[in-house]
């Protein structure tokens, strides 16, 4: 019998492996049909049968551009007739092949052509496990990128990352692996040994941008974590975990670069679990207020207190360092502080109705609450919640020099003056701006921070700088008070220099509530 047989060409779109498994696809679905007997695949180098079976170890390990497929049929067909079935064939063709892309593709981010995230997975799991030792994950930020983007438009900040992707990678050797997981997000797998060089070359990189017909130079620099790999991976995605907790570390710490050591794993760790279990811990009210007396230095008589969060996590008391700096980071402190002023709300409601002594109570605000939209009206909708009246709570914030934060701040205290709630500045004198403060702000009390006191010996200096706040303070008709007042030392001198209001451990800790009550009800302390 003799066969006819039809060449088609094609243009090479995709890897060779990926033309041969297409064609083989395409021929079995019809060729019952067309008595198509064989294609083979042939460019300038070979001629492969798809037909029997190839083994690709028989293949050039050559791609030209071109490429025909050439089908053979058992049958005689008129000419339109062959037309029609090859195009069949073609179409058939040309549908696997856009599969082949699309699974591709996949792999590939679409602006750079990188490999994505899925794409960096297999380039990584391509490597022997014991190999990967040799290499360090390295996740990429670039510097100020946001503002690029506003400032030039996205199509430029595109531009500004295809160029940096180009100038990054073509410093890298075969075997270290880029990655583009979209926006300005890049990871990459670097020789250990190498990290300074890369780091070199992820920094300055001048590039030029259209802006209204000129071109503007601008510098590139990027933000890494760096984790070097080690044999301790639990599934090869770890690698992008853990740079990528070393970068989010490196840009709150505002550094270049940081690298993952065992301490910070474990601290972002526990940071990790905070963000986590907050919110279903607070549901739970496994948060609460411990009150700290303030007292009048002459009399020993409790004249108000502060309210400080302790977190009852596994029937442990963990203290506000363990977990406030970590709410401050994810945007969830507010959450807390509103708790907390409606415990202690919730606490003075009780002693009303139960006739039990009460003094007015301080409580923290942390500066990023300024920020929150009308968090002062919800703090007055708290205190109105409870038929509190405004001179029995006392909000503390402390100084910021963030212009942004000072301008919220100052509204937020007027807004707390006009509704006759005070405010106190914490920790005062550790923040510079602390006399604008006191011209600007209308604050009705200070708290001097116990590092002013907290000193082997109080010498002369410390003496003329407290002296000093206190007589400012006094003419401007604000109270002030020290806290940290550990010794009865402390407490002469600072009754010396006319400071009456302190609060710390020579009277008492932060109390449970009840414990406080029992302290309030009995009297005045004697010292
Ligand atoms: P702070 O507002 O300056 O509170 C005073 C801290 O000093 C308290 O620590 C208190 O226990 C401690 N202290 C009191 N007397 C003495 C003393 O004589 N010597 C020494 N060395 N320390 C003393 P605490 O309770 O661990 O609170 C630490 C910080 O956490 C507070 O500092 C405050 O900034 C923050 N914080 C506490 N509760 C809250 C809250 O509900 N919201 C917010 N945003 N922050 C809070
Ligand atoms: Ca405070
Ligand atoms: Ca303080």
Not at 349 to 362: A, L, R
Not at 363 to 382: A, G, H, M, P, Y
Request: net charge negative; aromatic share 12%.
């Amino acid at each position: 019998m003799q066969l006819m047989n039809k060449t088609v060409n094609f243009i090479n779109t995709l890897n060779k492996s990926s033309i041969l498994e297409s064609a083989k696809k395409a021929f079995s679905g019809i060729k019952d049909y067309f008595g198509i007997t064989k294609i083979t695949f042939v460019n300038e180098k070979e001629e492969i049968d798809l037909v029997d079976g190839y083994n690709t170890s028989n293949i050039y390990n050559y791609d030209s551009n071109y490429f025909s497929l050439i089908i053979y049929l058992e049958n005689n067909y008129f000419d339109d007739e062959l037309i029609s079935y090859v195009k069949i064939f073609e179409i058939e063709y040309e549908r696997y092949i856009t599969l082949e892309k699309a699974m591709e593709s996949s792999y590939v981010q679409i602006l750079t052509g990188l490999p994505n995230s899925a794409g960096f997975l297999r380039e990584l799991s391509k490597k022997k496990r014991e190999d990967l030792n040799n290499y360090s994950a390295i996740f990429l930020n670039l510097k100020n990128f946001g503002m690029i983007n506003k400032a030039f438009g996205q199509k430029e900040g595109d531009e500004a990352i295809k160029e940096f992707a180009k100038h990054v990678t073509k410093n890298l050797y075969d075997d270290e692996i880029a990655s583009h997981f979209g926006g300005d997000n890049f990871v990459f797998l670097i020789r250990k040994e190498r990290f300074s060089e890369f780091l070199e070359t992820c920094n300055n990189l001048k590039i030029y941008i259209d802006s209204k017909d000129k071109k503007i130079e601008i510098n590139l620099s990027a933000v890494l974590g760096v984790y070097e790999i080690n044999g301790n991976l639990n599934e090869i995605g770890d690698v992008i975990t853990y740079s990528s907790m070393a970068l989010q570390y490196a840009k709150s710490e505002l550094k270049p670069y940081i690298f993952l050591t065992k301490e910070l794993k474990e601290m972002l760790n526990s940071a990790k679990q905070i963000e986590q279990t907050f919110e279903k811990e607070l549901a739970l009210n496994h948060f609460l207020p411990f009150y700290q007396p303030k007292v009048d230095i002459r009399t020993g008589k409790i004249i108000g207190s502060e309210a400080l969060a302790r977190w009852i996590y596994n029937e442990q008391i963990l203290a506000p360092y363990m977990f406030i700096p970590t709410l401050e980071k994810s945007g969830k402190i507010h959450k807390l502080d509103l708790y907390i002023i409606e415990c202690v709300c919730k606490d003075i409601k009780f002693c009303h109705d139960n006739g039990y002594k009460t003094v007015p109570v301080s409580c923290n605000i942390s500066r990023k609450d300024l920020l929150v939209e009308n968090f002062d009206e919800i703090i007055l909708n708290i205190i109105n919640k409870y038929e509190i009246m405004p001179n029995e709570i006392i909000i503390e914030v402390t100084e910021t020099t963030n212009i942004n934060e000072q301008e919220a701040m100052l509204e937020f205290i007027n807004k707390m003056h006009n509704n006759n709630i005070s405010t106190s500045i914490d920790d005062f004198g550790t923040g510079y701006s602390s006399l604008s403060a006191l011209r600007d702000f209308k604050v009705d009390e200070i708290k001097i921070d116990r590092s002013f006191i907290n000193r082997e010996k109080l010498i002369a200096e410390d003496e003329i700088i407290i002296g000093s706040i206190i007589t400012m303070a006094r003419k401007l008709n604000i109270n002030v008070l020290c806290e940290g007042v550990e010794n009865i030392t402390q407490a002469n001198f600072l009754e010396r220099l006319g400071c009456y209001n302190v609060q710390g451990f020579l009277y008492d800790e932060p109390l449970p509530k009840e414990k406080f009550q029992q302290k309030l009800e009995e009297g005045n302390y004697h010292c």
